[in-house]
């Protein structure tokens, strides 16, 4: 996935500080990495990769819109920790799945947080 954003620094830094994920800085101001390694039941080993780079131009208003989803363990502590640093939600829901919570990260795309109900793994 790639994000293009006006300052991919401050993004890069605000995912580190807020979701604890350490970025690979490629083209400092210009690129970061976040790769996310897994390995399925059968050992198939894989790499999602998750790129902050900068837009080559500046973003037009009301361009189109991104919404990046994380699946959080504690939704109550992570919204604590973005409120005491000013960050505010956009809204707060509870469904049968699970709960969410939206805020706009620093670059102005929307965030979503979801805390599922059932344990992970279970589907």
């Known amino acids: 996935m790639f994000l293009y954003v006006e300052d991919p620094t401050s993004l890069s830094e605000g995912y580190g500080r807020h979701f604890g994920l350490s970025s690979i800085e490629w083209e400092p101001g210009e690129s970061y990495d976040l790769a996310f390694l897994y390995t399925d039941p059968d050992g198939t080993k894989a790499r999602i990769v998750f790129s902050f780079m900068k837009a080559k131009g500046p973003l037009a208003e009301g361009r189109p819109e991104c919404l990046v989803n994380w699946r959080v363990a504690d939704l109550e502590a992570f919204c604590a920790q973005f409120e005491a640093e000013g960050i505010p939600f956009d809204t707060r829901e509870g469904y049968d799945d ?7 990260g620093p670059d102005g795309h929307r965030v979503e947080l979801y805390q599922p109900l059932q344990e992970p793994g279970a589907f």
């Open 98 to 104: 699970g709960r969410f919570a939206w805020i706009h």
